[in-house]
């Protein structure tokens, strides 16, 4: 069974920093590709960093820069360290765990969320 606890969210103001974890069950970080998306009110969910099949990150483009996605596969955990934060950061985060190699995609897990406020 794939579970995913996301922590760490929190109110900062513009320009402040937070660091998001995200913990997994089992072998997670081994067999899935692992990654972090955001909703901010009345948007769409959105990808916001992640880990690729070949090893690589992926991040939007409103996050490079700022963001660091990193993870501790003895600890099975991943962050998300966010620096230089802007209001339009604000949403709730949540931890993906997705499986590649799923046929028809349907082997996707999502964690809880963790709300970030960004403001003066």
């Known amino acids: 069974q794939v579970q995913l606890v996301e922590s760490g969210g929190g109110s900062v103001q513009p320009g402040g920093s937070l660091r998001l974890s995200c913990a997994a069950s089992?072998?997670?970080?081994?067999?899935?590709?692992m990654g972090w998306y955001r909703q901010a009110p009345g948007k769409r969910r959105e990808l916001v960093a992640a880990f690729t099949g070949d090893g690589s990150t992926d991040y939007a483009d409103s996050v490079k820069g700022r963001f660091t996605i990193s993870r501790d596969n003895t600890k099975n955990t991943v962050e998300l360290q966010m620096n230089s934060l802007k209001p339009e950061d604000t949403a709730v985060y949540y931890c993906?765990?997705?499986?590649?190699?799923?046929?028809?995609?349907?082997?996707?897990?999502w964690g809880q969320g963790t709300r970030v406020t960004v403001s003066s």
């Open positions: 089992g072998s997670i970080l081994k067999l899935y590709n």
């Open positions: 993906n765990a997705d499986n590649p190699w799923a046929p028809h995609h349907d082997d996707v897990f």
